[in-house]
Structure formats: C-alpha cells, structure tokens
C-alpha cells in the first residue's frame, strides 16, 4: 500500500502545487530517496493559470488581459541502494520559473506589451543512511542554472520604460541539502524533515532601452533557502493520510537590475505552503488521491510581474500498477489569491488555473 500510494501523492501533489510561493514551479520532495530497491521515474506537468486584473485611479476602466503564461515542466528521477545501509538518488528538475505575457492588445493598460521570462534546471544528488531504529539521515548538492529575459514597455509609468530591456545571461551555482526521516513500515508511517541552502547567483547582464547601447553589467539573485516537513500514515486498511508543510524565504529574492537600478520583482513575505491529502487502495492496481494545498493571503501590494497574492487548491490523481511499471496521474483547480500591484494599484481578482500531472515509474 505504501509504495502504491506514494506515487499518487506526490504526482498530484506536483500538479496542485505548481503554483506555489514566489517563483516556484514545484516542491521537491525527498519521496524517491524511500523507494525499495533500484527505481527511475519520469513526470511531465503542465499548468494553464488565468490572472487578469483591472486598473485603478488614473487607469480606472483599463484591463490587463490573461497576462499569464501557460508553462510545462519536466522531471527525472533516479534511485538505487549502494549496500544495505545507503541509498543513492539523482533528480533533474526545473524547480523556479516566469512566464508573464501582458497583451500588447490592451493598450493603454500601463504593462500592456512587458513581458517576463525566467528558466531553470537543477540535478540534485543526494545520500541516505540507515540508522538504528527506523532512523535515516540524508544529505547531497544541488546544481542549479538560471537565465532570464525582462521586458517592460510602461512609459506612462516612467520615461525608463519606453522599451526597456534586460537579459540576464545563464548563471550555475551550487548549493546543499541536509535532512532526518523516521519510519514505521507497520502503518506505512514516515515523516522526513529536509533543509535546503539559498544558491546565490550572479548573472551577466544586457540592458537596453536606458541608452542607445546595451550596457552591461552584473546581477545578484538569491534563490532562497526551504525547510520541508513531509509526513504519511496509514489510518485504516488500504488508506494513507500523507502532506507537507513548506516554509520558503521568499523575501530574501529580488531581481534589480544593475543599471536600472530598481527591484522590478521582489516579495514582501516569506511562503508557507501546507498540503494535506487521503490515498485509498481500491485493488491491487489502482488507487486514488485526493489533496488539497493552502498558501496565506497576505494583502500586501505586490510587484506588477508578479500580482498573484496565496492560494487554495484541490487535486485529484490515480495510480495503475502492473509488474514494474506504475502510471500515475492527476489533475488539479487552483483558486489564485486576490492582489493589489504596486505603482499603479491595480487589482486582481477570481484568478484561477488547472495543473495536470502525469508519471511513469519503473522498479527494476
């Protein structure tokens, strides 16, 4: 039950979460490092968010249009038992990302043709080892690179952003991950507490717009540090209640451009992101999840690039088994938070999307 269920969880987890704090495309989990044996998945995901909000003051009557981007990310898994005390696993990811598109159609909206980008891949490596009394430890590094693209076209907000433009070229750094987990195999009970470091990038970059040349210079980027409590538990026969709560230091990012010299995103509070989910087995090859995430509405205006402000969400996923091969999907409605935007104080409002998540695991 417990390595059936597994898989549910996570896949709809990925796809109700893909929205969650700051930047973040997913929320890792350490779930790969507890497979039995020698193990490898594949996930696909895919998000289709619709954020829209209406000008206020001076721009009362103007809309912004969907200026959310549909996004698709990917990840790779790899697990094996060195001996019987340690355990490898190596995951590829694309762990942050933006697509911000303001149609250039509803002109006179201030933002109306700014466009955001940023992309990311991550291998992480990380060790297990078996202590006494159902106790582990675990640890390894995360490389990570990241490239971005800005684009804003505002001039009614500032004579800088008649065609700005930044490009920050792609930028690798390194950081760490440590973590301790407890197990109960009797009732499939396991809970795992897991700490990630910041990763500090420096990027090159290329602006233009501020003059009539790009000029270049550097840029710093933390991408902040996480601590990950995940938990499951069988509760009654073919039946695992499992979750996570997330705590993100999201007011440690912020994207200033070193010629411009303004924070053009940036975060007012840190994220906690809390999910909480019941699997049932319903034969020997299928079973099924249901699980719901919550992010707190802080009410704090936000950036312009960013007008999302706390989420709610409910997933739903399915899981088939037969020999080695497990194939699990889910699919996930994800109520956006209500915001405000700075400069211009435009709001946000009933602003939703719909994840879809689909895995394909094989034990060897």
Request: proline share 5%; with cysteine.
């Amino acid at each position: 039950m417990k390595q059936l269920l597994l898989g549910v969880s996570v896949c709809a987890l990925g796809a109700g979460s893909a929205m969650a704090g700051g930047v973040e495309r997913s929320i890792p989990s350490v779930g790969l490092l507890f497979q039995p044996g020698q193990y490898t998945e594949l996930t696909f995901s895919s998000v289709n968010p619709e954020v829209s909000g209406a000008g206020a003051g001076p721009f009362t009557g103007l809309n912004s249009g969907d200026m959310a981007g549909s996004y698709s990310t990917f990840s790779l898994g790899y697990k094996r038992p060195l001996n019987d005390k340690l355990d490898l696993a190596i995951t590829i990811d694309q762990p942050i990302g933006v697509d911000v598109n303001y149609p250039a159609a509803n002109a006179p909206y201030p933002f109306a043709g700014s466009t955001a980008s940023i992309k990311s891949t991550a291998v992480t490596a990380l060790l297990r080892y078996k202590l006494p009394s159902n106790f582990s430890v675990y640890g390894g590094v995360k490389l990570e690179q990241v490239e971005g693209d800005v684009r804003i076209i505002a001039p009614l907000l500032s004579p800088a952003f008649t065609n700005y433009r930044m490009i920050g070229d792609r930028d690798q750094s390194m950081g760490y991950v440590v973590g301790a987990a407890w197990e109960k195999p009797e009732i499939a009970a396991r809970v795992a507490l897991t700490y990630a470091s910041k990763i500090d990038h420096t990027l090159d970059t290329h602006e233009t717009g501020l003059a009539p040349i790009s000029l270049p210079g550097k840029m710093k980027v933390e991408i902040p540090a996480s601590l990950t409590l995940e938990f499951q538990s069988g509760v009654a026969a073919n039946t695992l209640v499992f979750g996570s709560i997330r705590w993100v230091d999201w007011t440690k990012f912020a994207i200033i451009p070193p010629v411009l010299n303004t924070s053009i995103a940036d975060y007012s509070n840190d994220v906690v992101t809390m999910t909480l989910g019941v699997g049932h087995k319903f034969t020997d090859n299928w079973s099924g999840a249901v699980i719901v995430s919550y992010e707190k509405h802080n009410g704090d205006p936000v950036g312009n690039l960013g007008p999302t402000d706390g989420l709610r969400s409910v997933a739903l996923a399915a899981s088939y088994q037969m020999d080695h091969v497990k194939i699990t999907g889910g699919v996930s409605y994800i109520e956006i938070g209500d915001a405000t935007t700075r400069s211009i104080g435009s709001k946000f409002t009933g602003n939703k999307g719909v994840g879809v998540g689909l895995r394909i695991g094989y034990a060897f």
